[in-house]
């Protein structure tokens, strides 16, 4: 077992907990957030345990990254959402390793004790062994993505501003966004918002009409997990919007500046400044880890397959939850979809469960409420199937924003949302539309354009191209033919990516 014990077992929140069971919970998420509330009265200790400070409402990500909201809407500290309970303490980090014969976990190098182990860290992306293919590509899971996305975005229009090609310009405004489930048709239609609409009167070189977005998906139609009916008005609103759906297409090869996209009809060849992955989900590595040294079993994209009771077999202590869980334990045997309403409560009921346990009550069974699915496609439209009942356009949109809101913890967040979404449907403004971080944020903090420069007055200016869209940039010049202007203008940011082949590697 690697890592040292602790020399004393943490001091519990109260004293008269010192000796009540405790509960580990892993992952700060809609799961893991509800374990908690859902064990507040209990005579029980928590520990919860997350790499991050703060509770990610990830729904909304595509709204951070196309300057709709900021990070502080979607974001709210986990010590303010369950660490004032008495029974509750929060601690930042990393669990790495799982000793179920020990009822230990490994975090920041120490192990820690528990009686029951609630894992729920949830899922990154995957890029289905392209993971060259990320830094082209940023995906949409955590802030640094979104706010990344948006960097993308804002810094290819103010190039564009001072490019005075226009096919030049059309390129640094175009678009490449792979998958069309939810995440790409919300993402497609914000984005257009941002580059046809809100920025119109911002930018006084940029057309809207030259912006081009494409949305690449392998089906031949967008939501396919929505009815056919939904699907179509979705399509006919995004195209409205200006989006352009490459269906039965799968991305071949990519590089900076270029994605090419396989199709029944050929390769098809997309010239793109911009490119933004929404297509994979992987499962938290926490549940190969826990596979490996249990023999549970994963599904083929990494989720532990759990009881109905969310425990592994042999282990009846421990948890898994969210994402993380594979749950095919309904009425129509189907798992449960990996979205925030199955995940709050999967988390709920195992808390009621194990306080149950606790208190030698009789306990619960898990009964999975479906209450439907929905997209937004523009600020003032969605697509809503509630259980049966399809509603689009204006209606669509109004059930959507209700939803999220209820689904959303904290009502600073709640008003702060409402104020900005009423503010954008009447004046089409972004609330933040702020161009922050360095060019090249992925280089370590001494570097001369790292987050915080420090040897100040060296390195590349802040207001340069990153590195990426600088390689795509290079590109472009060096590969489609007759942009002399467009290379002249691109070679006067000397020092942006210094060694761009590098920096997206």
Known sequence: MAGDHYFLELDPPEERLRHAPHVVVVGGGFAGVHVCKALKNADVRITMIDKRNFNLFQPLLYQVSTGLVSRGDVALPLRELVGAQSNTQVLLGEV??????????????????????????????????????????????????????????????????????????????????????????????????????????????LDPEKTRIVMVDPGDRVLRAMPEGLSE????????????????????????GEVTVGTPDGDVRIQAATVIWTAGVRASSLGKKLADVTDCEVDRGGRVIVEPDFSIPGHPEIRVAGDLSSYSHTTNGKPLPGMAAPAKQAGSFIGKDIAAIVADRPRPNFSYFDFGSMAVLDRSN????????????????????????????????????????????????????????????????????????????????????????????????????????????????????????????
Request: with cysteine; aromatic share 8%.
């Open 382 to 505: 969605a697509v809503t199937d509630l259980r049966g009942l399809k509603f689009s356009g204006g209606i669509g949109w109004i059930l959507w924003a209700f939803v999220h809101l209820v689904l959303i913890p904290g009502w600073e967040n709640r008003i702060s949302l409402s104020v900005k979404w009423v503010f954008a449907l009447l004046t089409q403004q972004r609330a933040s539309m702020l161009l922050t971080g360095m060019p090249s944020q992925h280089l370590a903090l001494d570097a001369a354009d790292a987050h915080f420069p420090m040897q100040a007055g060296e390195g590349p200016s802040i207001a340069a191209p990153d590195a990426a869209l600088k390689a795509a940039m290079d590109y472009y010049s060096h590969h489609v033919i007759g942009h002399p202007q467009t290379q002249e203008l691109m070679d006067t940011s000397e020092g942006s990516a210094t060694d761009s082949a590098a920096a997206i590697k």
């Open 233 to 256: 008005a979705a399509m006919q609103s995004l195209q409205k919007d200006g989006v352009e759906f490459l269906g039965k297409g799968r991305v071949q090869t990519m590089r900076p």
């Open 96 to 205: 790495t390793q799982v000793n179920p014969e020990g009822k230990q976990i490994v975090f920041n190098g120490k192990a820690y004790s528990y009686d029951y182990l609630v894992l729920a860290t949830g899922s990154g992306s995957t890029f289905f062994g392209h993971e060259d293919w990320r830094t082209f590509a940023p995906p949409m899971k955590i802030l640094e993505h979104a706010e990344e996305i948006r960097r993308r975005l804002l810094m290819a229009m103010e190039q564009a501003e001072q490019t005075p090609d226009p096919e030049a310009r059309q390129f640094l405004q175009t678009v490449v966004i792979v998958g069309a489930g939810p995440s790409g048709c919300e993402m497609a239609g914000a984005v257009s918002e941002l580059m046809r609409w809100a920025m119109e009167n911002a930018f006084k070189q």
